[in-house]
């Protein structure tokens, strides 16, 4: 408990909370390695405010589950983590598999499917619309996976920042942007209710990686041509958050909506 604080966040049926800071209550959690746990690195509203130092090393991040999104110290490219393994999408493109590098935000579960779709021919609202009315609840976290074929797909990824950081608004006006046509690949990422803006992305936030894993980034657009598309529900929270550093002492905006929806669909 010297290095971070840890939060365990327990969102029950009828929403009652649980958050604790007791060594065992973490040990607990980490021993079982259950699935239907969302384990998140800060927040997104620290991302927003430029915290971009990395903390946690991405061989823990995995440990903790074998599916999910994030990005790296400094900012440097766009996470995708699939089969227990991290990928590092960078400013060229290339997906690289990593293992010592740090995080400063991720996102990552256990994956296990609770109802699956066969998808042809859609484009991206319709996809988030369609898929959106499966979910049971909007109350809930959910972990979406889309595996198959696009005609389109198109991410982004961001360059490595130096200090003093810009915020995220103003790096993604120099992101890369790769556009792919007629590619094999795996949709990674989750659908967030939005009663926890600020803490992460409310709605959808996806990544991408090609079936041969060299390739990806965080996704823009795409178009369905076939898919299989996953989603499984995530009730439980933990949360881990730094404790020393900017995060410390940095006063939040309070709305910070206008801004993240630039830097999702920008």
């Given amino acids: 408990m010297n290095r971070f604080v840890k939060f365990l966040i327990v969102i029950m049926v009828l929403f009652s909370g649980c958050i604790s800071t007791n060594d065992n209550s973490v040990s607990e959690v980490k021993s079982e390695q259950v699935s239907d746990v969302l384990y998140q690195v800060s927040t997104i509203n620290a991302l927003m405010e430029s915290i971009y130092d990395g903390f946690i090393p991405v061989n823990e991040i995995v440990s903790y589950g074998d599916f ?5 110290d400094k900012l440097d490219g766009e996470m995708v983590v699939l089969d227990g393994i991290c990928y590092q999408v960078k400013t060229d ?4 598999r990593v ?4 995080t400063p935000f991720a996102t990552v579960t256990s994956f296990e499917n609770d109802e699956t779709y066969y998808l042809d021919n859609m484009n991206i609202s319709e996809f988030e619309s369609y898929f959106e009315s499966k979910f049971p609840s909007k ?3 959910y972990a979406v996976k889309l595996t198959g074929n696009f005609s389109k797909m198109k991410t982004r990824s ?3 920042q130096e200090k003093p950081y810009e915020k995220l608004v103003d ?3 120099n992101q890369s942007v790769f556009e792919f046509e007629n590619v094999s690949g795996t949709v990674v990422g989750f659908w967030v209710p939005e009663f926890m803006s600020g803490l992460n992305v409310p709605s959808y936030h996806l990544h991408f990686i090609t ?4 390739a990806g980034g965080h996704i823009l657009d795409f178009e369905i041509d076939s ?4 989603f499984d529900t995530t009730p439980e929270f933990y949360m881990v958050l730094p404790t020393s550093g900017e995060f410390y002492s940095m006063e939040f905006s309070d709305n910070l909506e206008n801004d993240l929806k630039a830097v999702e669909k920008q």
């Fill in 68 to 72: 999910g999104i994030g990005t790296f």
């Fill in 93 to 96: 493109g290339v997906a690289y």
């Fill in 99 to 102: 293992e010592n590098v740090t």
């Fill in 139 to 141: 109350n809930m976290v």
């Fill in 158 to 160: 961001v360059p490595s």
């Fill in 171 to 173: 790096v993604v006006i």
């Fill in 211 to 214: 079936d041969d894993r060299t």
């Fill in 227 to 230: 898919v299989e598309a996953s």
